[in-house]
C-alpha cells in the first residue's frame, strides 16, 4: 500500500511540474491573444503592455504611430543636445517626484503637457540606457502610478534602431 501512495505521489508531482511547463511556456507565447495571456494586460488603448514595467522599441513605436503616449525623457537637459525621442517631455530624475506632486494645472504650467494620470497605462519614462528611467518608474509607482512604464532600451537602443 505505501508503495501505490508513493507513486501516486510522484505521478502527482509530475504532473504539477508539468503542467507549470506547459504554463510558462504558454505564457512566453501569448498565442491566444492578450485577453488570454497572463504575460501581457490590456491597456486602456487596446495596446499590450508588459506587466512588469517595461515597455519594447516595437511597443513604443506602436504607441507613438497611435499617438497614445505620454513619453518623459528623464535625462539632464544638456544630455538632450545630443538628440532625444521625438515628442518626449524633459524631466529630469531629480525632479521626477517633485513634478509628480504637481497639480495638473502646475505640471501643465511648467511642462507645457497635461500631467499624467494615476491609472493611465500610457506613461512611459526613459533615459540614456534605462537605469535612471528605472529609478523613476519606481518613484512614480511608489506614488500611484501603478500602470506606468518605462523603455528600458533607452535613447541608446532607440537611436541604434531608429537612426532618423
Same mark, same amino acid.
Given at each position: 500500500?505505501?508503495?501505490?501512495? $508513493?507513486?501516486? *505521489?510522484?505521478?502527482?508531482? /509530475?504532473?504539477?511540474?508539468?503542467?507549470?511547463?506547459? *504554463?510558462? $511556456?504558454?505564457?512566453?507565447?501569448?498565442?491566444? %491573444?492578450?485577453?488570454?495571456?497572463? &504575460?501581457?494586460?490590456? @491597456? *486602456? $488603448?487596446?495596446?499590450?503592455?508588459?506587466?512588469? %514595467?517595461?515597455?519594447?522599441?516595437?511597443?513604443?513605436?506602436?504607441?507613438? =504611430?497611435?499617438?497614445?503616449? !505620454? /513619453? #518623459?525623457?528623464?535625462?539632464?537637459?544638456?544630455? /538632450?543636445?545630443?538628440? #532625444?525621442?521625438? %515628442?518626449?517631455?524633459?524631466?529630469?530624475?531629480?525632479?521626477?517626484?517633485?513634478?509628480?506632486?504637481?497639480?495638473?494645472? !502646475?505640471?501643465? +504650467?511648467?511642462?507645457?503637457?497635461? &500631467?499624467? %494620470?494615476?491609472?493611465?497605462?500610457? #506613461?512611459?519614462?526613459?533615459? !540614456?540606457?534605462?537605469?535612471? *528611467?528605472? @529609478?523613476?518608474?519606481?518613484?512614480?509607482?511608489?506614488?500611484?502610478? =501603478?500602470?506606468?512604464? $518605462?523603455?528600458?532600451?533607452?535613447?541608446?537602443?532607440?537611436? +541604434?534602431?531608429?537612426? !532618423?
Amino acid at each position: 500500500m505505501n508503495t501505490v501512495m $508513493h507513486l501516486r *505521489s510522484d505521478v502527482c508531482a /509530475l504532473v504539477a511540474l508539468l503542467l507549470l511547463c506547459v *504554463s510558462a $511556456h504558454s505564457d512566453d507565447q501569448c498565442d491566444n %491573444g492578450a485577453d488570454n495571456c497572463n &504575460k501581457w494586460t490590456e @491597456t *486602456s $488603448h487596446n495596446r499590450p503592455l508588459n506587466t512588469d %514595467g517595461e515597455v519594447t522599441y516595437e511597443q513604443l513605436k506602436i504607441m507613438m =504611430s497611435t499617438g497614445s503616449i !505620454q /513619453l #518623459f525623457d528623464v535625462r539632464e537637459p544638456d544630455e /538632450l543636445e545630443a538628440g #532625444f525621442i521625438p %515628442g518626449a517631455t524633459n524631466i529630469p530624475l531629480g525632479d521626477v517626484e517633485q513634478a509628480l506632486r504637481l497639480n495638473p494645472d !502646475q505640471f501643465r +504650467e511648467r511642462y507645457s503637457v497635461p &500631467k499624467p %494620470g494615476i491609472e493611465d497605462s500610457d #506613461f512611459v519614462l526613459y533615459c !540614456q540606457r534605462g537605469i535612471r *528611467s528605472l @529609478t523613476a518608474l519606481e518613484t512614480a509607482r511608489d506614488l500611484g502610478y =501603478s500602470k506606468a512604464c $518605462h523603455y528600458a532600451g533607452g535613447y541608446n537602443e532607440w537611436i +541604434e534602431l531608429d537612426p !532618423q
